[in-house]
């Protein structure tokens, strides 16, 4: 069934010229970082009436690239061109050659000159900071690559914990899925909330996503590089109720202060102290969850000082305070599925 025309809501001012999208992609890339802001500017096209977007996949050489599930698509060979949004897609670029990288950042270098705006999904970061383009700019990427970005990169102020950042005309999401966020934001941008709200109903995806992608980060399995740091993370989930200073984890590392905090952002893309208060978080979401103690019972339980400091950790690392997830839990138990991560203002269907 055709969508109806969404209304301007007179906020942003539609104009008549359909921007053009490049999108680049190479050998093993992300399908999804590719094909989610695709058909979020294409549902934003369904819902308006008319062209909002074209978008135009480039390749270095053209031809059938083949993604990383093996699934290949059809792309022009890039020439410089005017595009209104050059994005660069993620995918194996943070193990590839060196060679390669150089040949797509020499690509994004160009692209990025003759744009709009430049945006990156996923590891499509690793080919912009290449290009110098994320220099002396905060950026994210996929929080499994943070850590990464930020070594090879340090230039980079690297937020591992959003799901896409607007740093001036440089825009970057988070792994995967967070492409969609990305685009329905530029979407927003451009013509406003009813088109971009319209375009995520159509694709049954929240128009401002709750949280940030610390909630997928699975940040007490995570494995650092050294022995160290995996120590101080063990030391860590062994010792949440008691005080953990950088100073007395610094002991556990047998690094001094300085050297540790340094170590540990290099290998982890968190401060230690973030690193505490989100492996605490994520315990007592658990218990929250999945349990029915008192609240105060579980912020004592899991380190944090008092209940109000458990509730400001899980707003700012979950989106929502441990009441409202535990109402969500509960919801679901009872088969109200469609209320879960759904406030009045970041809901799928009712955004305000």
């Known amino acids: 069934m055709p969508l109806r025309p969404v209304a301007n809501s007179g906020a942003v ?24 802001p695709a058909d979020a500017f294409h549902m934003a096209n369904q819902a308006s009436g008319r062209e909002l977007y074209k978008v135009t996949l480039v390749s270095e050489k053209g031809g059938t690239v083949p993604s990383a599930v093996g699934v290949g698509v059809a792309t022009d060979a890039y020439i410089p061109h005017r595009y209104d949004t050059f994005l660069v897609v993620g995918g194996s670029v943070p193990s590839t050659s060196f060679a390669q990288l150089d040949d797509l950042a020499e690509i994004a270098k160009i692209g990025a000159k003759r744009a709009r705006r430049t945006a990156s999904v996923c590891t499509g970061a690793f080919v912009l900071a290449a290009a110098g383009l994320l220099d002396g700019r905060s950026a994210t990427t996929h929080w499994k690559h943070a ?6 990169y340090p230039k980079i102020k690297v937020d591992s914990d959003r799901i896409f950042i607007k740093d001036g005309d440089t825009w970057t999401s988070a792994g995967v899925s967070a492409g969609l966020d990305l685009a329905l934001a530029m979407i927003e941008e451009d013509f406003g909330p009813d088109i971009a709200r319209a375009a995520a109903q159509m694709l049954v995806v929240y128009h401002r996503r709750p949280g940030g992608q610390s909630q997928f980060s699975a940040l007490l399995e995570m494995e650092p590089g050294s022995d160290r740091i995996r120590n101080v993370l063990t030391y860590i989930r062994e010792h949440l109720t008691e005080p953990l200073s950088i100073d007395r984890l610094a002991d556990v590392a047998c690094l001094s202060p300085r050297q540790f905090g340094r170590a540990f952002l290099a290998e982890t893309g968190e401060t230690p102290a973030k690193a505490v208060e989100r492996v605490r978080a994520e315990v007592a979401r658990d218990r929250v969850e999945n349990g029915s103690e008192p609240l105060e019972v579980i912020a004592r339980n899991v380190g ?9 950790a899980f707003v700012r690392i979950f989106g929502h305070p441990p ?9 679901d138990i009872t088969g109200n599925i469609t209320q879960k991560w759904r406030t009045p203002s970041q809901s799928i269907m009712t955004d305000a």
């Open 13 to 36: 001012r539609l104009s008549r010229m359909t921007r053009q999208i490049g999108i680049l992609v190479y050998p093993q890339f992300q399908l999804l970082d590719m094909s989610g």
């Open 147 to 152: 850590a990464q970005l930020q070594r090879s």
């Open 304 to 312: 944090f000082i008092d209940p109000e400091r458990m509730r400001r």
């Open 323 to 331: 009441q409202s997830m535990r109402r969500m839990t509960a919801h």
